[in-house]
């Protein structure tokens, strides 16, 4: 009997322990499944607050935090002045480096002078001709030698210019004379002359 008793109350409350411990479990289950749900909802309202709240202060931050980039920048770019000076030192003259300085050459008409003038009216008077002996002390001879001759009153006063192409070559460091070069039309006050070369061409 007392076997009998002890097996009736086993079973009962193994009964009773499987029944309790179906119902947790099922409450268990219940319960994270639901947690699980709520979470899953709230996960995209949190994201899409988490990039609103990003955004904003992407825009607040924005002018101030590019602030410290624009001046970092503006000095590591090299200003003008350096890139000057480092091409004044690039040009700087080098001793070592022997320049050959050829000096200016003197213009052929330079070495030209006239050596002896005169002149006469020819044409019934108003027209001047002029004797002259031209020296070339140039290293080359010369040719197409322009002159200039002034014409002046008896009182030295300015009265008139002419002037005149001779095309015949003159060699160097020698002496050629001309002799009735007609230069033009003169006043018919003309009383003085005076002729100077001024250009010449090397041959």
Not at 93 to 103: K, L, Q, T, Y
Request: net charge positive.
């Amino acid at each position: 009997m007392t076997d009998r008793f002890l097996n009736i109350g086993s079973t009962g409350v193994s009964r009773h322990a499987n029944l309790g411990l179906g119902n947790h479990s099922d409450r268990v289950d219940g319960m994270s499944e639901s947690r699980i749900r709520t979470a899953v909802g709230w996960l995209p309202i949190a994201v899409i607050a988490t990039a609103a709240v990003w955004i904003l202060l992407s825009f607040v931050r924005g002018p101030d935090a590019a602030r410290p980039m624009q001046v970092a920048t503006a000095q590591a770019k090299p200003g003008p002045v350096a890139s000057t000076v480092g091409l004044a030192m690039e040009a700087s003259f080098d001793p070592s480096v022997s320049e050959a300085i050829v000096p200016d050459q003197p213009a052929p008409v330079d070495r030209l002078t006239i050596t002896s003038q005169s002149w006469r009216r020819g044409g019934l008077g108003s027209n001047a001709f002029v004797t002259l002996t031209l020296r070339n002390s140039n290293g080359y001879a010369v040719k197409g030698v322009e002159l200039e001759c002034a014409f002046s009153r008896p009182d030295g006063s300015h009265l008139t210019d002419r002037s005149r192409v001779i095309p015949a070559i003159i060699n160097m460091r020698s002496r050629k004379t001309f002799v009735r070069l007609h230069v033009g039309f003169v006043n018919i006050n003309a009383a003085k002359a005076k002729c100077l070369p001024v250009a010449a061409s090397h041959v």
